[in-house]
């Protein structure tokens, strides 16, 4: 159980570390 709501946590954040690194690239590019 533990090691699912570890693996639903790292889910739910890895949209917003893509988000970020999206935000960080334009950031660069620009």
Avoid: G
């Amino acid at each position: 159980m533990l090691f699912y709501s570890h693996f639903l946590i790292n889910y739910s954040l890895w949209p917003k570390v893509c988000i970020s690194a999206a935000t960080y690239e334009q950031q660069v590019t620009r």
